[in-house]
Structures are given as structure tokens and as C-alpha cells.
């Protein structure tokens, strides 16, 4: 049989150190071909020799910065971008712009002296890399601004009672997935049910991608805390590096954040997250498997529709990547098949409790 060629791997960062650290972590532990640039300019070069299949960008630069080479990037000559950035509030923000601009994923620059670095961070670093190397990207004109939602300025929404037969919706997204759920989120009104969300990303991260969908949807978006209440018009994002859980206290669910082993090499994960929706809300729930690579989320997926609970699968053409709806079709999880824009109509349109089917043996 041929041997599959390693991936080949363009790290850009002005520290040396982080270079060197990449270039380890990815060759050593992903079996890539790195090469590296400490800034744009010699990334530049080194792009018109040789080709790579995803490049590992650094956003704070000299002589460039990360922005303006991601830019010209995608407007040129589109090879997928990973986002390396750090946990500061100014390195979150800009990561998301980028995210915006077409990159397709962020990670955590890999954190010097920390221990345990070399072993959960680096497994979720290679994975998320190695998804990235096999996305679909396209050339991309600048981002539009996006209207904002001010009202709630002046009239606060209003919190819901819970209630035994509450329908809850839980989504699972790797991949392409921060703009995936920013269109099934601003797709939904004030009124939508209660979202639990496990989108793969970096400790630190999910808070600041939170609130940028709390600006932009009329539904509340907050990163999940320990006990917050799973209640309509309001939905809740696992916190990286956390699984999220519910749990039922005194007749109302609220979040539990756990932060247990990795799970299909993912914390949070989707599984973590669709087995607990299935034991404790069943057939009055949703289940949505979006864009990314893997298997995360299809077994869980699987047992929300045993538990009676309606599953959708976002649709191959209108995924970033197909690995993880693939894995849950070809698993029998999904009870539809949806394209990204009709997933959030397929929510609302939500039937009756479905008839329980047995699980396969």
C-alpha cells in the first residue's frame, strides 16, 4: 500500500521559542513536515517555493501583522489558517476577527513551563491542525459589519420559567463551526428554546466568542458557568477546557461544568455533552451535529435519538468539513439531514417526542 504523505505545515510566529515548540509538538507528535518564518515576509517567500496544506499563524508580528498576511491569504491564494494566539483579551478578539477574515480555526500558543503541556493540549493542538489541513476554503472578500442588536439597552429580556417538558436544543461543532452557529443564532428570535453549545476551542477563547454573539443575536449568548439555568431565550457555550453537563436541581436543570478526561480527544466534547441532554430531557429534546472533523458527538448523537429526541446532521455541501455529520449519518444517529440555512427552522419546526427505537446490537 502507498504511503500517505505527511502533512505539510507553515508555522509563522516571531518567537523562536513557539517555533520550536510547533515544530516538535506537529512533527514529533502529528508526524508533519514543518517549516517556519518569524514573520509574513519571509512567510511570503517561502509560500512561492513550496506549497503547504495549512498554515499555524502568529497575529502579533513585526514588519506585518497576522490580519493583513491572513487577508492576503484568502484573497489571493486560499490555503486553510490556523490562529495561534494568546489568552489575553486583546489575542482573543483579534482571533475571533480572524476567524471572521477565514481563518478556520484557533488553538493556544503552547504555554512555555507548563508540565502537562505535551499531553491533553498537545493532542487537541494536532487534531485541531490536522482538521484545518483538510477544509474547504475560499477566496474571501473583506467582512461586512455586521448589524448589532441594541434594544436589550433599554428593555432587558425576560427569563422564562422552566418546566418538565422544556424543549432543549444541543449543538456540537468543531471545525467551521463558529460561523455555523453564528448563523443558526442569529437565525433565531428572543423566544427560542434553551441551547446548550460545545463549539472545539481554546480555554479563554469561548468567553470572548460569546459575547460577540451576544451582540449579534436577539437570543442571550453567554459562556456556561457553573449552575446557570437552562432556560428559553438563552444559550449557553462550554467553556473551553471544561465539559459541559446538565443537571437537574429542585425540579429546574442548570449547567454543570466538569473537568473530567478528554473524550474523543476533545474537553469540552459534544458525546459528554449529548449523553447527559439524553438522561435528563429525552425525547423533548434536539440534537445538532454541525461542521468538523472527527467522530466527536455521533455516539451521543446516537443516544439522544434512542432516548426519542429529534437529531439533525448539517448537510456535506454546506459543511466546512464532514467529518463529524458523516460519522453520525453513517452511525444512524441523525433523523434528518439538514443544509446549514434551513437548520434553524428545522429547530423551531420541532415534532412530538419520537418513538424510541432500540438500540442496535
Not at 257 to 264: E, I, K, N
Request: net charge positive; with cysteine.
Amino acid at each position: 500500500m502507498k504511503r500517505r504523505a505527511a502533512l505539510k505545515a507553515l508555522v509563522v510566529d516571531d518567537s523562536a521559542l513557539v517555533r520550536l515548540l510547533l515544530t516538535k509538538i506537529l512533527h514529533e507528535g502529528g508526524g508533519m513536515a514543518v517549516t517556519s518564518a518569524a514573520d509574513p515576509i519571509i512567510a511570503m517567500d517561502k509560500l512561492r517555493r513550496s506549497r503547504p496544506d495549512v498554515i499555524v499563524l502568529d497575529l502579533e508580528m513585526p514588519r506585518m501583522n497576522g490580519l493583513t498576511f491572513l487577508r492576503q491569504i484568502m484573497s489571493t491564494d486560499p490555503i486553510p489558517v490556523v490562529i495561534c494566539a494568546g489568552a489575553a483579551e486583546r489575542g482573543t478578539e483579534q482571533a475571533l476577527r480572524a476567524l471572521d477574515e477565514g481563518a478556520v480555526d484557533v488553538v493556544c500558543k503552547p504555554r512555555v513551563g507548563v508540565k502537562d503541556f505535551l499531553t491533553d493540549s498537545a493532542v487537541m493542538l494536532i487534531e485541531s491542525i490536522t482538521a484545518a489541513a483538510s477544509a474547504r476554503v475560499h477566496r474571501r472578500a473583506p467582512a461586512l459589519a455586521r448589524p448589532h442588536h441594541t434594544a436589550d439597552v433599554v428593555l432587558p429580556r425576560a427569563k422564562a420559567a422552566t418546566n418538565g417538558r422544556q424543549h432543549i436544543v444541543a449543538m456540537g461543532a468543531s471545525t467551521g463551526g463558529t460561523e455555523a452557529l453564528r448563523d443558526i443564532l442569529m437565525a433565531l428570535g428572543a423566544d427560542a428554546p434553551a441551547i446548550v453549545i460545545v463549539q472545539h476551542m481554546p480555554e479563554y477563547f469561548t468567553a470572548a466568542f460569546a459575547r460577540r454573539l451576544d451582540v449579534e443575536c436577539r437570543i442571550r449568548v453567554s459562556e456556561a458557568r457553573e449552575g446557570d439555568p437552562i432556560v428559553p431565550g438563552v444559550a449557553l457555550i462550554a467553556p473551553g477546557n471544561r465539559h459541559l453537563l446538565l443537571h437537574a436541581v429542585a425540579g429546574r436543570l442548570v449547567a454543570r461544568l466538569d473537568h473530567g478526561p478528554l473524550v474523543s480527544r476533545h474537553r469540552p466534547s459534544v458525546d459528554v455533552l449529548f449523553r447527559s441532554v439524553a438522561q435528563t430531557v429525552g425525547a423533548a429534546a434536539t440534537g445538532v451535529i454541525l461542521t468538523g472533523m472527527g467522530d466527536d458527538g455521533a455516539a451521543g448523537l446516537l443516544e439522544m435519538r434512542h432516548a426519542g429526541a429529534q437529531t439533525i446532521a448539517q448537510d456535506e455541501v454546506t459543511s466546512t468539513i464532514f467529518g463529524m455529520p458523516r460519522a453520525a449519518i453513517q452511525l444512524g444517529a441523525a433523523t434528518r439531514v439538514v443544509p446549514l440555512a434551513g437548520i434553524a427552522a428545522a429547530i423551531l419546526a420541532r415534532p412530538g417526542p419520537r418513538a424510541r427505537p432500540a438500540p442496535s446490537r
